[in-house]
């Protein structure tokens, strides 16, 4: 379902939050987006409070106001139901349905998020305010796009979560033989023997059992999926031409399958905070996270729905981007298949909890150097318009998120084994290298891409590693590290050596996990060095190519090659070395940086007929055509971005050589 | 109201418990108190289930031998209310009246104060005991000061608390519209509809509102100082003739307003523990907290109630002072306005959670060196006698509570905002100059003084504002540090850029905070550097004094001064710049050390016409008379002290001159 | 009671947990354990929910058939009951008797020990499960052992354990009086009217009671080893001729003390998990806990019921041993008296929270390394066979877990004061000098001994100092170190100075504390440094070997001696320094390595008329004849063993100088 009023235009805009604000400042507000560019905000997130002040008794007046001046200047809304956060009353109103942590604490309001998703009384309330919006602004002419809740992601141990949870189970599993198997209830004397016995993961004397985690987190998602969709339903049905999406967090705790939640939403909306502007590190992981958000999307064009116009979260510190950063990081989300530029938020609370979260108007106010880059991103997004073509890309990374729960389970070889930083680091080494890269879930055929990258399965399905094998059998090239094929989907450990379903296709049978603590390396023969993992690796038809030079394992393999095409690495590769080991796989798979010269700091990335590139580094960059493999070409000066067609190019790099 | 008895000489002793021990170390005790030159304990802190072993039993006869044996010794005695930790009986009487923690566990006895200041059965109990002693001591000889409760400071979050901040918020705020103003609840809808919703900053699922945590110190301050307060006008009624005081702990968690509490008590009294024996660390700290005890009690006398005679807590460690350090520190206190040296405790106990630390009697005995320099400085007080002259200082540093607890609250730039480092550091610097600086509340007149130091003063009051820019306007000269004029009073930031209400005094507009990581810093130009943070300042009439001299704030300013007197510092300096700077600041606002030769570990405090002059190192030190500026004179001999009126001094010097 | 099969032959296998698979593994199972030398196996530790699936309806089928197969390969059994873990039904059924934490939150199943071990629901349970399979197998051919329970140690804080705990304290102490005393209660208005008003150590607003907590650990120790007796005198009652034992758990937070539990068990048995494996750290560690086994054993054989077979835990890192560490590991438990060597676990577990634990049969598969260093063990251990001589040693290490308990109290003079550590910091200088020590409890006659060692002996009763005394008198040597005779056993600190009772023996009087911060070290004179600790020494008598050279401490003593062999050290010294200083005091004893060439890696224990050498080092070795006192003598290969007579050895000497 498209997005009305913006074909052909990129949207830009942020959260709105008129409430916060006497009416006065409104009126500064839409006048302040039109020279901005802002075409776009997102109303209403956390407006329940406003909204409904008492239980059944609504305030709309306000709201009313907000969107007719929205819509007078020319901005369409995103309209939010605000069931992420309760108001006070509520909780009052329906004590069980408070949320209540592992431990048995029932929280209160006084932040957000606090209610339990499985509490009918919260589901009733939730259904009953979404359809009391979508009733009064039906038809609306600002109304864009429906955006429902917040940043899903609540969790409860109450007894109602533990209700839902048994039925979810018994979905799953259908009987209880089968669910004591699936969690190796033989372990630790946990067989059930009635389904009233299984709880939610609430606090235990010791290691809690690692399956039980894991599905009750697959519940969680499940759960709130279901949440979401009563009210999309709502949604969909009274306003059946307007589009329904919720935005997606992403961060080791949310319980979401975006792979299941993408295909409930009309568009796959993000939330992206980089954790990190240390060298190119946010700009590494904007494009692993576009990435993902496209693969979300089946490919499909996709909306970042919020990030922070004006800074980076290193750890606890908010550190202003650097000058131009803000273009330049948004530009890569574009490129990578969003359909504008959402930011979090408009204009900076006045109080609360996030007043000192960035915000396209500060609280120095209009005449500040962050509103000059916003404003600047405005004209720059207006003047490229939006072209929806596919993004090319020979290499796809296969991502899984249950793995990403299961290696946060308790007794593992070790501790703080990091799926999303692997997954970083291969994807990392890839972009260093120029290389686009997709991202598909576990399963996914694969016949359409060169090489195929999977970090850390952990948990490898047979369909997973059968879709793997036959894009090899096919010719297709992999590589697979360490940590994948460890397990089933109910962390049931592979027996007969590692890595598991995948051992045949690449040729080795992985013994033994040797663990490196914390800071130790492990050198490499002939050159380079490991770290966090080592393996004795028995070759079964495989070569090595590294092998470790030292310790328990001198001699052994540390990366193989099966078959001329089956790679499996055994350690995690220093980055100069997992670049030039990635390189040799580019090289024997046939695939090529986005465009010659791209890599090390200047992205590029070919979509449809577009080129965009974008240089990240301090010193000027040159590409050449795609086709040509020159490294030669077109001058893109530090800092900046250079978008155009792909033919263009060809004529811009002879033009950049007569310079 | 006088210390009755200790007109001219100075009080010396600490807190004595015998009811942990048998009546024969009773006798050993007094023997030791004269030798030490003891002439004032404090009797009865943690009695109460001594006193009354279960309810409404009283057993008296005990203290009634020891308050005759002191007294027939000589001594004195600051006698305790004992409601800092109710007997185990009580919370089996009163379950109600037990304290809740945030996340909802009632706490039970087993250490100390196990009770919730607002239940009525604590307040009822707490009364009747203090009643009790008053009725029996009142008119006891050796009385000579009541000591309410110990660190008043325990916080519950239970239904008697929550009523009770509902009564503080009515009276605070008048209606529900002011409450939900002030505490921005448009935010995360937190709107409320009901006054019975509000609720003490119970668990809640993410980051509470600042403005929320912040009101419920406010209230716990208030609230324990009406606890306070009955106590203190049951005494009052039955003994009008004897001061009533309680102890002020200083501490980040302690939700104490010494401003609000110094107003109800007839003498300030303070403990103090060094968080550091680092080179001159608690030499420093002991100074800035002997101002700011002076400035709690309007410039007049105060008194250390507790320090620990024989060691400084380093982290969790233990550390004996230094030889000499006990007579060093106590003088500094005595020479800032302590009207003597009082020690937790008399003798080390027996058991307990507290038998390992410092006692004037160590579990060693009496032959030890720790009691040596504990009968040393007995003797060094007797001879100094007591001299109450006002203290002179042409500086004061504001400083805030309020401040410090809101830099305590979720949401902020950065962690870890230290607001007592920060002052601490300004203070610290002075002192090393060699100048003696006054602590006044935001708000007060500042027309005494040459000189206002304005660190870290988050939450800027219109009155706080007014009161620096009148000062200035008259002539006056002021340095504010950054991270001022961030908010007000309910943590709603500043809208128009930093600092805010002082930004016109200032001549500058800071637009962006830009704090730096843990462990970073910034180079300035032309010399020093910065760390912890810094700002984007744009100047409007400062001129710049020193820049940033690299990164994204590269050339902007750092340091900036206007009109010639008002200062702006927007970076933690380093040490030696910040001492540089203020060196700077000092001379252009006239600012002398207290005697020439001050400084860098020599402290001098002059005080009505007695000059205090402490060396804290381990070189002979010189300093001359006041008037004359001259950098030769008096020689203090390493690790010793020197009080002397100063006319004398000049006399001192010759005869020094012509050794 | 002897070992009923393995007369003359050393058991080998590990925990064997076939309810995990199913029933064609088995025969696997069983397979390989014949192959790998396996003898005895330990079935049923965690298999209640399995025997007991529903609440008396017992499932023993599968246990007959189990028990049958391993008879029929013969393999003896020993058979565990499955208390440990009680199944989800259980806490269904008696809500009550599940545990509750010191902040209240009930515990739920879902990991293991999910009971409170003073519930009478969970006490009647356990007896009926015990009694049940005693029923069932009682005269079975495979049952050599009973093993009741896994690794007590389960601590609860709900009303049932507060009146078990009142029950404990009046047997204990009979008055209140007696209890107030004992407990300090004088401190912080502590004291009790009523011993309802008793209770564990629940949470509380501060520091808790240290001699409370004291007291809670030592009520728990004793709670638990009733449970073990209520299913001990079951299985005695119906299986007369089978001893039964549990494993005793090691760690800090273990409130069992071995010493009153080995005298319950018909045969010592110990889990241990070294926690480092740098340098010779597991081996260290290895040589302590099997000298404790053999202390607790009062000097008789015992059983090392669980170790990782394939690796060492390093911190949370699972690090596989090195080739030939397992068999070096298992020989040093043998030749210290261990009857054999069991693991955890025959088969790595398919899931659960232990599927990564270390295991004979690995995940990988029959074809791995690790199973021929297991199968290579057996092999040695079938070869060896089984001799009970008594260990020899000259040297006796006193040790007591309530000093150990009492050190991890509030309130101490530093942080981290680890008794464990401390303990093995002596013990593993000892160990690299080659010297064979014994662990004796505090209080036990020493008179077969030549030198005592005391590292840490917190809490000295007058028993323990009595000991030592006439120890001395007698002609022994002894050597107390820091943090001795400071507290009597209610952690009442002994006044006068210390090492209190010890003072007079070892001619020093400490007056004061120095406890070092953090990685803080102190120079010695002439050399050599210390850490962790200090103290002022005043000697009565004693000599100084060494003084502090540097701060506060400078020249005063920080090693005595009294009389030639009573020696103080007041401080941790450097490994070095320490080795030298033992080597000096072994000297003055006359204490020799148990065999010239011992020690530094080279590991020689004297049992009976065996000798028993194992090479832990990359380096050949050479040892002498105890009896000759030369340093060449038979070589051992790095990293092998080699055991022999003591008379053969003098002609292994000869044979080996010949080569």
């Known amino acids: 379902m498209p997005l009305r009023g913006f074909e052909g235009r990129l949207c830009y805009g942020g959260d709105y939050n008129p409430e916060q604000w006497p009416e006065h400042v409104w009126v500064e507000d839409v006048q302040l987006m039109r020279q901005c560019g802002v075409n776009l905000v997102t109303v209403g997130v956390f407006a329940w409070s406003m909204l409904e002040p008492a239980p059944g008794q609504y305030e709309f007046g306000w709201l009313d106001r907000v969107l007719d001046l929205l819509h007078d200047n020319g901005i369409s809304v995103v309209l939010a139901t605000p069931t992420a ?25 006084g932040s957000r998020d606090a209610y339990c998703p499985s509490a009918p009384a919260y589901r009733a309330a939730a259904r009953r305010i979404a359809t009391a919006l979508a009733q009064r602004y039906a038809g609306h002419p600002a109304l864009a796009l429906w955006h429902v809740h917040n940043e899903y992601g609540t969790v409860c141990y109450c007894d109602h979560a533990a209700a839902a949870f048994r039925r979810w189970l018994r979905d799953r599993y259908g009987t209880l033989d089968a669910l004591n198997e699936a969690w190796t209830t033989a372990f630790w004397s946990q067989r059930y023997a009635d389904w009233e016995h299984v709880l939610p993961p609430r606090a235990t004397p010791y290691l809690a059992n690692p399956a039980q985690l894991l599905d009750f987190r697959r519940f969680c998602s499940d759960e709130l999926l279901a949440c979401f969709r009563e009210q999309r339903d709502v949604l969909r049905e009274l306003t059946p031409d307007v589009p329904v999406t919720t935005n997606f967090a992403i961060a080791p705790w949310v319980p979401i399958d975006p792979w299941a939640w993408a295909r409930e939403v009309d568009l796959v909306a993000i939330d992206h905070y980089p954790s990190s502007n240390d060298g190119l590190a946010a700009e ?21 729905m919020e990030q922070a116009p004006d800074i980076v979260h290193n750890g606890g510190w908010m550190v202003p981007k650097r000058p131009g950063q803000l273009t330049r990081l948004s530009l890569s989300h574009v ?36 509103l000059r880059e916003v404003t600047h991103l405005g004209a720059q997004l207006a003047n490229l318009g939006r072209h929806d073509g596919p993004v090319a890309a020979d290499v796809a990374l296969v991502w899984d998120p249950h793995s990403w729960w299961a290696l946060q389970g308790p007794g593992l070889p070790a501790p703080g084994l990091d799926y999303w930083a ?101 050198a490499l023969d002939p050159a380079g060095t490991g770290s966090s993992w080592s393996e004795l690796v028995r070759p079964e038809g495989a070569e090595a190519l590294l092998r470790y030079a030292k310790g328990d394992l001198a001699g ?24 030039r080991f990635l390189a040799q796989v580019f090289a024997a798979a046939n695939v090529a940086p986005a465009a010659p010269g791209a890599g090390h700091g200047v992205e590029v990335v070919r979509r449809g007929q577009r080129l965009y590139a974008i240089n990240h580094t301090t010193s000027p960059a040159e590409i050449g055509a795609p086709s040509q493999g020159s490294q030669t070409g077109l001058r893109i000066e530090p800092g900046t971005y250079l978008v155009t067609d792909v033919d263009n190019l060809v004529t811009d790099i002879d033009s950049a050589a007569h310079r």
């Not at 576009?290 to 693969?295: T, Y």
């Not at 990578?336 to 007043?355: I, K």
């Not at 996914?444 to 894009?471: H, M, N, W």
């Not at 049978?509 to 130790?520: D, I, K, T």
Request: aromatic share 10%.
């Open 85 to 109: 956060s309760p108001p006070p009353w509520f909780g009052f109103a329906h004590p069980d349905a408070l949320p209540v942590t592992r431990d048995g604490v029932r929280l209160v309001h």
């Open 335 to 370: 490129a990578r298949g969003s359909l504008g530029v959402m930011n979090f938020q408009w204009r900076a609370s006045p109080g609360g909890a996030e007043a000192f979260m960035s915000a396209m108007v500060p609280h120095a106010g209009p005449d500040a150097r962050s």
């Open 422 to 522: 692997m997954c970083r680091h291969v994807h990392g080494s890839a972009w260093r290298l120029g290389v686009t890269v997709d991202i598909v879930a576990p399963g996914e055929p694969l016949s359409g891409y060169r090489l195929v990258l999977v970090p850390a399965l952990f948990l490898t399905t047979a369909s997973a590693a059968d879709a793997i094998k036959s894009f090899v059998d096919s010719g297709g090239h992999v590589v697979v590290w360490y940590l994948s094929g460890v397990a089933d989907t109910n962390v049931r450990v592979h027996r007969g050596g590692w890595p598991g379903l995948l051992a045949t296709t690449l040729g080795v049978r992985v013994e033994r996990h040797y663990p490196l603590p914390h800071q130790a390396t492990v």
């Open 556 to 579: 052994e393999p540390a990366v193989t090659v099966h078959a001329g095409r089956a790679w499996y690495v055994s350690t995690r590769l220093d980055d100069a070395t997992q670049q």
């Open 284 to 304: 590494e992981e904007t494009a692993f996270v576009a990435d993902l958000a496209r693969g979300w999307a089946g490919g499909r064009t996709w909306l970042l």
